[in-house]
C-alpha cells in the first residue's frame, strides 16, 4: 500500500486558519469545517485530523499522527520527544509573566511566595527554578487572567499577543519567560517512504515563504547608474537588464528580500531609478 502522511491540525482556534491556508498554499486541497474531525486529501498523500491543541505533540509522539502543527510553547510543555521540523511563523506571541496593575514590581524575586496561576506549569517551574524563586504554581486550563481578580493567585502567566487580553483584566506584563510561533513537528521514526512525502511537503512550505518574504521588482534605470542599481538588486541569481526604448535607458527585474526593501528602495532611487513596479510573488524555488 502506498503510503499516506497523517497530519493533526488544531480544529478551531488561533492556529487553525494559518494552517488551513499554508496547505492551501501549498495546493494540497482537504474539506474542513461543519464538526469534521477528518479528512482526505484529494490531490496530496495525506489524511487531516482535527483536534485540541494540546493533544497534539501526544498524538505526534505515539505515531496516530506522522506531523502536526502546534505552537512551540505547547510542544515545549507537553515535553513529548517529537522533531520540530520547520518554524511557520504564524501565531507569534508570548508566555509571560503578568500581576496586578497597581502592584509594585522590583523584579522577578517578588514572586516569592506567592500563587501564580497559569496553564503552562512545566515551562514557568523550569524558568522559576532557574532564577532561584520559590513561589507556588496553580494550574488552571483557562481564562488565566481573571485569576488575581477572584483572588485565586497573585500573579499570572498565559501567552501575550496584542496585551488587550492582560489590559482589560487590569493586569500588567513584568517578565516575558518563553516567545513561540507555529511549528511543524514529525515523529522521530518515520519511514522512508513517509520522509519521502515530508521532505515534498517541506519543499512546498519552503517556497510559499520564501514568496511571502520576497517581492518581485522593476525599474527603469539609466544606464550611467546600471552598476550602483544592479549591486543593490542582487536577485536570486542576478538581475535581468534589458534595454529600454527610450536610448539612455534600461529596464531591470530582480527580486528583493522583504526586510531590506525599504532601506533599499530608498538608495535605487537616489541612484536615479525611475517607475519602480513593486509585485507580490507566489512561489519562489531556488
Ligand atoms: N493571542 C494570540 N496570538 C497569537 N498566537 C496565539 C495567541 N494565543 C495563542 N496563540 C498560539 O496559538 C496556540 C493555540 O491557541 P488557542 O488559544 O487557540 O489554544 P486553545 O484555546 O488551547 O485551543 P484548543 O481548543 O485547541 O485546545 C497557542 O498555544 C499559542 O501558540
Ligand atoms: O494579548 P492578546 O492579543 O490579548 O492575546 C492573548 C490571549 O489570547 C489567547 O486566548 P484566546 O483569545 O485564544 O482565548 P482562549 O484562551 O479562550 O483560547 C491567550 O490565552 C490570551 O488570553
Ligand atoms: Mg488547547
Not at 114 to 119: L, R
Not at 137 to 148: L, R
Not at 244 to 255: D, M, Q, R
Request: proline share 4%.
Amino acid at each position: 500500500m502506498s503510503s499516506v502522511l497523517r497530519i493533526a491540525l488544531q480544529k478551531s482556534g488561533r492556529l487553525s486558519e494559518d494552517s488551513y491556508q499554508l496547505f492551501k498554499e501549498c495546493g494540497i486541497r482537504f474539506d474542513y469545517g461543519t464538526g469534521k474531525l477528518k479528512s482526505v486529501s484529494s490531490n496530496f498523500p495525506a489524511e487531516f485530523l482535527f483536534l485540541r491543541d494540546d493533544d497534539i505533540p501526544g498524538y505526534v509522539e505515539d505515531g496516530v499522527a506522522d506531523l502536526g502543527i502546534v505552537g512551540e510553547n505547547v510542544a515545549v510543555e507537553t515535553g513529548r520527544p517529537v522533531k520540530t521540523v520547520h518554524k511557520l511563523g504564524f501565531s507569534k506571541c508570548r508566555l509571560s509573566i503578568a500581576i496586578p496593575r497597581g502592584t509594585d514590581w522590583t523584579g522577578i524575586h517578588n514572586l516569592d511566595g506567592k500563587n501564580i496561576a497559569t496553564s503552562y506549569p512545566n515551562l514557568l517551574g523550569r524558568y522559576l527554578a532557574g532564577q532561584g524563586v520559590r513561589a507556588e504554581i496553580h494550574e488552571i486550563s483557562g481564562s488565566v487572567e481573571i485569576a488575581p481578580s477572584i483572588g485565586l493567585a497573585e500573579a499570572v502567566c498565559d501567552i501575550v499577543s496584542s496585551g488587550s487580553t492582560l489590559m482589560s483584566n487590569g493586569l500588567k506584563e513584568v517578565e516575558t519567560i518563553f516567545r513561540s510561533e507555529a511549528i511543524l513537528i514529525s515523529r522521530p521514526d518515520l519511514d522512508a517512504d513517509k520522509q519521502v512525502l515530508v521532505d515534498k511537503l517541506l519543499f512546498r512550505i519552503k517556497s510559499v515563504q520564501a514568496a511571502k518574504n520576497n517581492k518581485y521588482i522593476v525599474l527603469n534605470a539609466p544606464n550611467h547608474a546600471l552598476g550602483q542599481i544592479t549591486a543593490l538588486l542582487p536577485g536570486m541569481k542576478s538581475p535581468t537588464v534589458t534595454p529600454l526604448a527610450t536610448e539612455g535607458w534600461s529596464s531591470v527585474h530582480s527580486v528583493l528580500n522583504e526586510n531590506e526593501f525599504w532601506e533599499n528602495i530608498e538608495a535605487i532611487r537616489a541612484a536615479g531609478a525611475e517607475g519602480i513596479l513593486v509585485i507580490p510573488i507566489e512561489k519562489m524555488i531556488y
